[in-house]
């Protein structure tokens, strides 16, 4: 057989199969997701110039696909930022920025009356606003996540106890646009990004409040009755809130003889007994 022919024989194999694989693609084709009105946005064309063979999908359809669009309160302290934080989300596809607030209360007074799927609060609010914003929120309603923006891998106490009290993940002060996207998308999808750093100091923080839940279930008087204003100091303390007044430095002086505990950090795992 010359080389022509064998060229030809190739060509008419090839040309064979394409055929095939153009029907494939058709029977598949009936399974493809179809336009508001019922016809498939798509169909398989085969009919090639002489000489040439393959197909073509051509779109008959231009229906837009419009997913359900993300939305965002930001919480953040200095106008100027929040402008410049929702201007550029707002650009962002599949973004919404549902408002922009500046203070703790105005956070909560929004969150009661607006859809908020992702919080975004600054962890440079005062009086540790932030870190009381996501134990309120995690109270509140489970579905809106709390991403908190700002912090540093340096101090890594600080941040755990944002993840301590329900953050959905957190923002680097370093951290670039995409991966501020990128973690507001994750979270989103019940998903976290932590780096290597991270995931090891959460899992040593996991292992210490595993023995001290046990320690306390332990050693804890069944009959223990603390009173509503100690009940308040332990909320305070639980929520990682500095409390050195001195009539409350005297109430936690007392929470730590009752619970039979040793430190603030034992006593606070008392308020899972509670709320059994």
């Given at each position: 057989?010359?080389?022509?022919?064998?060229?030809?024989t190739v060509?008419?194999?090839?040309?064979?199969?394409?055929?095939?694989?153009?029907?494939?693609?058709?029977?598949?084709?009936?399974?493809?997701?179809?336009?508001?009105?019922g016809?498939?946005?798509?169909?398989?064309?085969?009919?090639?110039?002489?000489?040439?063979?393959?197909?073509?999908?051509?779109?008959?359809?231009?229906?837009?696909?419009?997913?359900?669009?993300?939305?965002?309160?930001?919480?953040?302290?200095?106008?100027?930022?929040?402008n410049?934080?929702?201007?550029?989300?707002?650009?962002?596809?599949?973004?919404?920025?549902?408002?922009?607030?500046?203070?703790?209360?105005?956070?909560?007074?929004?969150?009661?009356?607006?859809?908020?799927?992702?919080?975004?609060?600054?962890?440079?609010?005062?009086d540790q606003?932030?870190?009381?914003?996501?134990?309120t929120?995690?109270?509140?309603?489970?579905?809106?996540?709390?991403?908190?923006?700002?912090?540093?891998?340096?101090?890594?106490?600080?941040?755990?106890?944002?993840?301590?009290?329900?953050?959905?993940?957190?923002?680097?002060?370093?951290?670039?646009?995409?991966?501020?996207?990128?973690?507001?998308?994750?979270?989103?999808?019940?998903?976290?990004?932590?780096?290597?750093r991270?995931?090891?100091?959460?899992?040593?923080?996991?292992?210490?409040?595993?023995?001290?839940?046990?320690?306390?279930?332990?050693?804890?008087?069944?009959?223990?009755?603390?009173?509503?204003?100690?009940?308040?100091?332990?909320?305070?303390?639980?929520?990682?809130?500095?409390?050195?007044?001195?009539?409350?430095?005297?109430?936690?002086?007392?929470?730590?003889?009752?619970?039979?505990?040793?430190?603030?950090?034992?006593?606070?795992?008392?308020?899972?007994?509670?709320?059994?």
């Open positions: 057989m010359s080389a022509q022919e064998r060229a030809k060509a008419g194999n090839v040309e064979g199969r394409v055929h095939e694989l153009a029907e494939e693609v058709r029977e598949q084709g009936k399974h493809l997701p179809s336009s508001t009105n016809p498939p946005l798509f169909e398989v064309k085969d009919g090639q110039p002489p000489g040439e063979v393959g197909f073509s999908f051509t779109r008959i359809d231009k229906a837009p696909m419009n997913p359900i669009p993300i939305k965002v309160l930001l919480v953040i302290e200095v106008r100027l930022i929040a410049l934080f929702a201007s550029v989300l707002e650009d962002e596809s599949g973004m919404e920025i549902a408002g922009f607030v500046f203070t703790l209360e105005d956070a909560l007074e929004f969150l009661e009356t607006h859809q908020v799927d992702v919080v975004l609060v600054s962890a440079g609010l005062p606003d932030a870190l009381r914003l996501t134990h929120v995690m109270e509140r309603s489970l579905a809106t996540k709390v991403l908190v923006l700002g912090l540093s891998e340096e101090n890594q106490q600080n941040t755990l106890r944002y993840i301590e009290a329900g953050a959905a993940g957190y923002i680097l002060k370093d951290s670039s646009l995409k991966e501020l996207i990128d973690v507001i998308r994750l979270a989103q999808r019940g998903e976290a990004q932590v780096s290597t991270m995931a090891g100091a959460m899992m040593e923080r996991l292992f210490r409040l595993a023995r001290v839940f046990s320690a306390v279930e332990n050693r804890m008087d069944g009959d223990v009755r603390l009173t509503s204003r100690e009940l308040e100091v332990l909320e305070f303390i639980s929520e990682g809130l500095v409390v050195e007044v001195g009539t409350v430095k005297n109430h936690v002086h007392r929470i730590l003889e009752k619970l039979n505990v040793s430190s603030r950090q034992e006593a606070a795992s008392y308020l899972a007994f509670i709320k059994k």
